[in-house]
Protein backbone atom coordinates (compact mmCIF):
# COMPACT_ATOMS: atom_id res chain seq x y z
CA UNK A 1 0.00 0.00 0.00
CA UNK A 2 2.72 2.41 0.85
CA UNK A 3 4.77 1.65 -2.82
CA UNK A 4 1.05 2.66 -4.29
CA UNK A 5 1.02 5.85 -2.09
CA UNK A 6 4.50 6.75 -3.44
CA UNK A 7 3.95 5.88 -6.73
CA UNK A 8 0.72 7.95 -6.76
CA UNK A 9 2.23 11.22 -4.96
CA UNK A 10 5.46 11.13 -7.04
CA UNK A 11 3.07 11.02 -10.25
CA UNK A 12 1.30 13.85 -8.73
CA UNK A 13 4.57 15.85 -8.06
CA UNK A 14 5.25 14.72 -12.07
CA UNK A 15 2.08 16.03 -13.31
CA UNK A 16 2.86 19.35 -10.56
CA UNK A 17 6.09 20.00 -12.45
CA UNK A 18 5.12 19.77 -15.88
CA UNK A 19 1.64 21.84 -15.55
CA UNK A 20 4.77 24.15 -13.89
CA UNK A 21 6.74 24.41 -16.85
CA UNK A 22 4.21 24.31 -19.76
CA UNK A 23 2.36 27.16 -17.59
CA UNK A 24 5.57 29.23 -17.45
CA UNK A 25 6.35 28.46 -20.87
CA UNK A 26 2.62 29.95 -22.08
CA UNK A 27 3.32 33.07 -20.13
CA UNK A 28 6.75 33.69 -20.99
CA UNK A 29 5.13 33.63 -24.47
CA UNK A 30 2.48 35.78 -23.54
CA UNK A 31 4.28 38.21 -22.15
CA UNK A 32 7.61 37.98 -23.96
CA UNK A 33 5.72 38.68 -27.39
CA UNK A 34 8.17 38.96 -30.20
CA UNK A 35 10.91 37.60 -27.57
CA UNK A 36 8.99 34.46 -27.09
CA UNK A 37 10.89 32.02 -29.23
CA UNK A 38 14.28 33.13 -27.13
CA UNK A 39 12.72 32.76 -23.78
CA UNK A 40 11.09 29.31 -25.04
CA UNK A 41 14.40 28.61 -26.19
CA UNK A 42 16.13 29.30 -22.92
CA UNK A 43 13.64 26.81 -21.20
CA UNK A 44 14.27 24.45 -23.53
CA UNK A 45 18.32 24.05 -22.89
CA UNK A 46 17.03 24.22 -19.58
CA UNK A 47 14.65 21.08 -19.71
CA UNK A 48 17.18 19.01 -21.90
CA UNK A 49 20.16 19.94 -19.44
CA UNK A 50 17.34 18.35 -16.87
CA UNK A 51 16.59 15.25 -18.65
CA UNK A 52 19.90 14.85 -19.40
CA UNK A 53 21.47 14.94 -15.89
CA UNK A 54 18.75 12.44 -14.86
CA UNK A 55 19.50 10.22 -17.72
CA UNK A 56 22.80 10.16 -16.90
CA UNK A 57 22.97 9.57 -13.38
CA UNK A 58 19.80 7.23 -13.05
CA UNK A 59 22.05 4.20 -15.23
CA UNK A 60 24.94 5.21 -12.15
CA UNK A 61 22.22 4.11 -9.69
CA UNK A 62 21.85 1.42 -11.31
CA UNK A 63 25.13 0.05 -11.28
CA UNK A 64 25.19 0.93 -6.96
CA UNK A 65 21.93 -1.07 -6.89
CA UNK A 66 23.33 -4.23 -8.47
CA UNK A 67 25.66 -4.46 -5.61
CA UNK A 68 22.75 -4.07 -3.32
CA UNK A 69 21.03 -7.13 -1.83
CA UNK A 70 17.30 -7.27 -2.61
CA UNK A 71 15.52 -5.65 0.57
CA UNK A 72 18.75 -4.08 2.29
CA UNK A 73 18.73 -0.47 3.55
CA UNK A 74 20.61 0.13 0.45
CA UNK A 75 18.51 -1.04 -2.19
CA UNK A 76 15.20 0.08 -0.70
CA UNK A 77 16.95 3.35 -0.75
CA UNK A 78 17.95 3.48 -4.31
CA UNK A 79 14.40 2.20 -5.39
CA UNK A 80 13.31 5.75 -3.93
CA UNK A 81 16.06 7.39 -5.19
CA UNK A 82 15.21 5.98 -8.97
CA UNK A 83 11.31 6.36 -8.67
CA UNK A 84 11.91 10.00 -7.84
CA UNK A 85 14.51 11.14 -10.17
CA UNK A 86 12.49 9.54 -12.99
CA UNK A 87 8.92 11.35 -11.40
CA UNK A 88 10.21 14.43 -10.78
CA UNK A 89 12.88 15.41 -13.13
CA UNK A 90 13.79 12.87 -16.04
CA UNK A 91 10.11 12.71 -17.10
CA UNK A 92 9.07 16.16 -17.02
CA UNK A 93 11.92 17.63 -18.27
CA UNK A 94 11.85 14.95 -20.85
CA UNK A 95 8.16 16.29 -21.95
CA UNK A 96 9.28 20.25 -21.40
CA UNK A 97 11.91 19.43 -24.18
CA UNK A 98 9.60 17.36 -26.30
CA UNK A 99 6.64 20.32 -26.57
CA UNK A 100 8.74 23.30 -26.23
CA UNK A 101 11.18 21.62 -29.12
CA UNK A 102 8.37 20.70 -31.33
CA UNK A 103 7.21 24.38 -31.10
CA UNK A 104 10.45 25.30 -31.56
CA UNK A 105 11.32 23.67 -34.71
CA UNK A 106 7.37 24.78 -35.79
CA UNK A 107 8.37 28.15 -35.41
CA UNK A 108 12.13 28.40 -36.68
CA UNK A 109 10.51 26.15 -40.08
CA UNK A 110 13.28 23.76 -39.52
CA UNK A 111 10.75 20.53 -40.14
CA UNK A 112 12.49 20.70 -43.83
CA UNK A 113 15.54 20.59 -42.92
CA UNK A 114 18.16 17.58 -43.09
CA UNK A 115 20.03 17.73 -39.73
CA UNK A 116 16.23 18.29 -38.41
CA UNK A 117 15.33 14.63 -39.17
CA UNK A 118 18.49 13.02 -38.12
CA UNK A 119 18.35 15.41 -34.85
CA UNK A 120 14.22 14.56 -34.38
CA UNK A 121 15.46 10.67 -35.24
CA UNK A 122 18.79 10.31 -32.50
CA UNK A 123 16.31 12.47 -30.00
CA UNK A 124 13.53 9.75 -30.11
CA UNK A 125 16.03 6.94 -29.85
CA UNK A 126 16.83 9.07 -26.63
CA UNK A 127 12.83 8.61 -25.62
CA UNK A 128 13.45 4.83 -26.33
CA UNK A 129 16.52 4.79 -24.33
CA UNK A 130 14.48 7.09 -21.15
CA UNK A 131 11.52 4.60 -21.70
CA UNK A 132 14.17 1.21 -21.14
CA UNK A 133 15.00 3.25 -18.19
CA UNK A 134 11.67 3.64 -17.09
CA UNK A 135 11.27 0.04 -17.34
CA UNK A 136 14.71 -0.85 -15.85
CA UNK A 137 13.68 1.12 -12.42
CA UNK A 138 10.57 -0.75 -12.13
CA UNK A 139 12.71 -3.99 -12.13
CA UNK A 140 14.59 -2.88 -10.11
CA UNK A 141 11.72 -1.28 -7.44
CA UNK A 142 10.53 -5.15 -7.93
CA UNK A 143 13.67 -7.03 -7.21
CA UNK A 144 13.57 -8.01 -10.68
CA UNK A 145 16.78 -6.99 -12.11
CA UNK A 146 18.84 -9.53 -14.32
CA UNK A 147 21.10 -6.58 -16.37
CA UNK A 148 24.75 -6.72 -14.51
CA UNK A 149 26.54 -3.85 -13.60
CA UNK A 150 28.85 -3.92 -16.17
CA UNK A 151 26.42 -3.56 -18.97
CA UNK A 152 24.68 -0.83 -17.32
CA UNK A 153 28.26 1.09 -17.34
CA UNK A 154 27.75 0.64 -21.08
CA UNK A 155 24.04 1.76 -20.93
CA UNK A 156 25.54 4.79 -18.74
CA UNK A 157 27.45 6.09 -22.21
CA UNK A 158 24.63 5.73 -24.84
CA UNK A 159 22.57 9.09 -23.61
CA UNK A 160 26.17 10.85 -23.83
CA UNK A 161 27.13 9.23 -27.33
CA UNK A 162 23.24 10.59 -27.97
CA UNK A 163 23.36 13.95 -26.59
CA UNK A 164 26.90 14.66 -28.27
CA UNK A 165 25.59 14.03 -32.01
CA UNK A 166 22.07 16.01 -31.49
CA UNK A 167 24.62 18.61 -29.99
CA UNK A 168 26.90 18.79 -33.16
CA UNK A 169 23.82 18.58 -35.45
CA UNK A 170 21.85 21.40 -34.15
CA UNK A 171 24.71 23.84 -33.41
CA UNK A 172 26.44 22.51 -36.66
CA UNK A 173 23.48 21.80 -39.23
CA UNK A 174 25.59 19.94 -41.61
CA UNK A 175 22.54 19.53 -43.65
Not at 13 to 32: D, K, M, N, T
Not at 140 to 146: L, S, V
Request: glycine letters at 8%; one cysteine or more; a positive charge.
Amino acid sequence: MAETAQGDSSGKRAAIAFASVIGFGAVIAYLAGPNAYNWLKALHVIAVISWMAGMLYLPRLFIYHCGAAPGSELSETLKVMEQRLLAIIITPAMIATWVIGLWLAWQGGYFSSGWFHAKFALVFAMSGVHGFFSASARRFAEDRNTVPAARWRLWNEVPTALMIFIVILVIVKPF
